[in-house]
């Protein structure tokens, strides 16, 4: 299986990929990141540990990790994940413990010790977790294999101010260093994720999984898409973090191009912007493979067949 380390700031849209990834046999999940994003950390720490319980697999290692951004304040999104990060289902506390010691070390530590060309880091949150073990030990960078990372949008610009989304808005200084970072990424932005649409249809087929995990997903999803929904006008809202994994195990459903990516960090008006040079028009070095497309439905199809393993 694939080695894959999951850098996470949970959030309904990141359980849910987290559940995929921990249902996925192709996948071997080394160990699951916390970060400060949706909520603070003390919350998306928890919230990893009620996942991995939820999944049936308390022996997945959780992490905590940065507790505010590089540079920025910590900005935090309730308004779309509820107060807890997590509304929705009731999901027990959990009784798993975090492993000792930080994220941004086993981070490094992982990296140092594994084959190099082996780990994938896929980060569903803001990227000061892995800005931090890539200052701290940039001999890491040549033996990451990739980052299949959720953010960032280019002709759908932003979600949290017009111009950027959230993950990328958050820690952009972060942002900045892993673009830089010479590493090969996977980026799917908002163009892609805003085309997965939990549609009544596709949450009702998870439902009807009918059990815990199928329960409680359908839960998280009714109540995460109602932001969304609203505010687009959409039947269903987007199901961002869960394309990062399902790249991983059918990459054929997503389609993109290989382009330079730039993060502002200078103008407060678009702070956090991902600018993408979709048609090629700078010398920029090429960093980053940027998806446009994804086949919804059967991204959903895949989903859907591995929440029914848990
Ligand atoms: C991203 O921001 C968070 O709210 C979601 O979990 C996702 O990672 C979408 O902009
Ligand atoms: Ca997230």
Request: charged fraction near 25%; hydrophobic fraction near 40%.
């Amino acid at each position: 299986p694939q080695k894959i380390i999951i850098d996470t700031d949970p959030g309904q849209d990141d359980a849910v990929a987290i559940l995929l990834a921990l249902a996925s046999p192709e996948l071997d999940v080394l160990g699951i990141c916390a970060v400060a994003g949706n909520v603070p950390l003390h919350l998306t720490e928890k919230n990893a540990r009620k996942i991995c319980e939820l999944a049936g697999k308390p022996e997945a290692r959780v992490y905590r990790g940065a507790v505010r951004p590089l540079l920025r304040t910590l900005v935090t999104a309730e308004e779309v994940h509820g107060k807890t990060g997590l509304d929705g289902p009731e999901l027990p506390e959990p009784a798993m413990a975090l492993q000792p010691g930080h994220a941004v070390d086993f981070i490094i530590d992982t990296l140092m010790h594994e084959e190099p060309d082996t780990v994938t880091l896929c980060t569903l949150g803001p990227l000061t977790n892995v800005a931090l073990a890539l200052n701290r030990e940039p001999r890491i960078a040549p033996r990451i294999r990739r980052i299949v990372m959720m953010g960032g949008g280019y002709f759908e610009q932003g979600n949290v101010t017009p111009s950027a989304e959230f993950n990328i808005y958050v820690d952009p200084h972060a942002a900045d260093v892993v673009f830089r970072s010479g590493i090969d990424i996977v980026m799917m932005p908002l163009d892609v994720t805003h085309k997965a649409l939990t549609t009544r249809a596709r949450v009702d087929a998870i439902r009807a999984i009918a059990t815990p995990v199928g329960k409680a997903t359908a839960e998280l999803l009714d109540f995460f898409e109602r932001y969304d929904e609203s505010k687009y006008g959409t039947d269903g809202g987007p199901l961002h973090d869960p394309c990062v994994i399902a790249w991983l195990l059918q990459p054929e459903l997503f389609s993109g191009r290989h382009c330079n990516v730039t993060v502002e960090t200078m103008s407060e008006l678009t702070m956090g912007s991902t600018v993408v040079d979709w048609w090629g028009v700078t010398d920029r070095p090429k960093n980053a493979h940027v998806m446009r497309d994804i086949d919804a439905d059967g991204f959903f199809a895949l989903l859907t067949e591995r929440l029914a393993r848990l």
